[in-house]
């Protein structure tokens, strides 16, 4: 899934938001992958929170794949992290 581009190069108001937009549907695209693949809403929600500290390589492709967009990797992180506080937070995850 490719991810789309920034607005505009450099800063600017709502980039940080524009860039968990641009990654959610292929972030969204892999929560129900590990779905179909056997596991509840809310191992994948674990699954994908546990995953933002970096101890696991689950979110590295979306990374690389917004880097190549042109965000930059914090915006990356960021946005891959919030995606999955968020999706925690649906699922019912306390976090």
């Known amino acids: ?5 920034p607005r505009t190069v450099g ?3 709502d980039r940080q938001i524009d860039c968990e937009m ?3 549907p292929a972030f969204q695209s ?16 674990e699954w994908l929170l546990a995953a933002t500290d970096g101890r696991y390589h689950v979110h590295d492709k979306l990374a690389a794949d917004a880097v190549a967009a042109g965000w930059t990797i914090v915006e990356a992180r960021g946005a891959i992290a919030s995606l999955a506080r ?8 306390a976090g």
């Open 22 to 24: 641009a990654l959610e």
């Open 30 to 45: 892999h929560r129900d992958e590990l779905i179909a693949s056997g596991m509840t809403d809310r191992e994948a929600a």
């Open 11 to 13: 800063n600017y108001p």
């Open 86 to 93: 968020r999706n925690a937070d649906q699922s019912g995850v």
């Open 1 to 5: 899934m490719k991810v789309p581009r």
